[in-house]
DNA sequence: CATTATTGATAGTATTACTATTATATTTGC
DNA sequence: GCAAATATAATAGTAATACTATCAATAATG
């Protein structure tokens, strides 16, 4: 994580909040601390009068910036993905074979990191647990269709397709692309889960990264085999 | 479904409700009213409220058989992966060759089914459509190592083991098997959600079976060419 | 037929998820 | 440097949620 362009901003989609978070501290403050917020508490038991609270600023303020919890949730999701679309596009430049880009992609996606790096304001690697836990909580709902063609889950169909697009170089005739993508994030994000929680459900190594050779070999096998 | 045991009845955990839905009239009427006002409006939308109102009984009724819409819900995907375990039984039964007992099964997982089959006063393919879209919320939350303890996931992780066991016939030494099977089984649910909800996370076929057949060659690669 | 368990009817509470209003700062444009 | 615009603070209020409590009416059972 040497090389950060400092120029660089995340894009998120104008309808996923109010106002613009990052144009003020208190938008910044909000998102931060929400996300410190919903780490420690879930977000289920996550409001705005509680993070008000704690950054001592009044609930109506945080809603100027975002409709809902929800619509919070979306959007630091979003975030989550774009800046896993930067990394992505960091860790694969450059590089001629396919496939170890798709594997450099799998690894960024499966691994587990805890040192404590911020960007933007934002500590990645607590965004990054809920993500785990709470992600798909926001598109799970009656709503989904609403909050999707608002472009809520822009971000993430994008990096999906980025790396849609590198399966497709390593086997043009391969059909399911997204559909293995779709599997291996979400799996690999509930394997972390239930590691921790339900580990009959999952089957805990004592190797670190042993989750990042299961999908990519339960990827590539695919890949490469389909008729 | 022909030859269902007459004398037969899910068991679910004692924590997993106050007072048993089935011994009575109202208890069943909760049950399955709620499915399908679950099915209808959402979890989250989903309160005891509209429920004793759609049953005509009082709100405090309700809470007599169970102490909260989660702990419903609980209930009611418990019973699901009970009547999974007792359908999975069934149609392995008799079988000798372990690898046609895991693509019954896996075919189990990923087919949906729409006719009206009532078992237990249960719809069952409302209650399917519930566990895809409603059921991990039962388990991402901040308090799942305590209803984990108390038993809420018995029946799914049963589920699992059941077929864990067939996996280790085919390969004794493959070492992933409830990792494979929980992002079998997530992973399938998720695919039925995206085709209709998110289509670029997935690739909709026009076949009917093509989410079986995508995860019983991917789970079926996975475990023969495992070193 | 009396006891016990079950349900109905009703009320009440703390919290949630907001919206509204007005006052006070702070920023910006001229 | 001051007015105008904008953002935030402070406070209040509302409908709904997620429960708990109480007591009367009814049904089941021994």
């Known amino acids: 994580m040497k090389n950060l362009l ?84 960091l860790e694969t430049a450059n590089i001629d074979s396919a496939e170890t880009r798709f594997e450099k992609a799998i690894a960024l996606i499966t691994t587990v990191n805890n040192d404590k790096l911020i960007i933007e304001g934002v500590e990645i690697s607590k965004l990054h647990k809920i993500v785990i836990s709470e992600s798909s909580k926001s598109y799970l709902t009656k709503d989904v269709d609403k909050v999707n063609k608002e472009g809520a889950f822009h971000n993430y169909k994008q990096f999906v397709a980025r790396l849609a697009d590198i399966i497709k170089e390593i086997n043009p005739s391969y059909k399911f692309p997204h559909m293995l993508l779709s599997t291996i994030i979400e799996g690999a994000h509930l394997q972390v889960f239930f590691a921790e929680h339900l580990p009959r459900l999952t089957n805990k190594q004592k190797s670190s990264n042993y989750i990042t050779t299961f999908y990519t070999n339960l990827g590539l096998q695919s890949i490469k085999n389909s008729k």
Do not use: C, H
């Open 6 to 89: 400092s120029n660089f901003k995340i894009s998120i989609n104008q309808n996923l909040f109010i106002k613009e978070p990052s144009s003020s501290e208190l938008g910044k403050k909000i998102v931060s601390n929400s996300i410190e917020m919903i780490d420690e508490i879930g977000f289920e038991n996550f409001t705005f009068r509680k993070l008000g609270l704690k950054i001592d600023s009044p609930e109506a303020s945080i809603y100027r910036y975002f409709e809902s919890k929800n619509q919070l949730l979306v959007y630091i999701t979003s975030w989550y993905w774009g800046w896993m679309e930067y990394r992505l596009v």
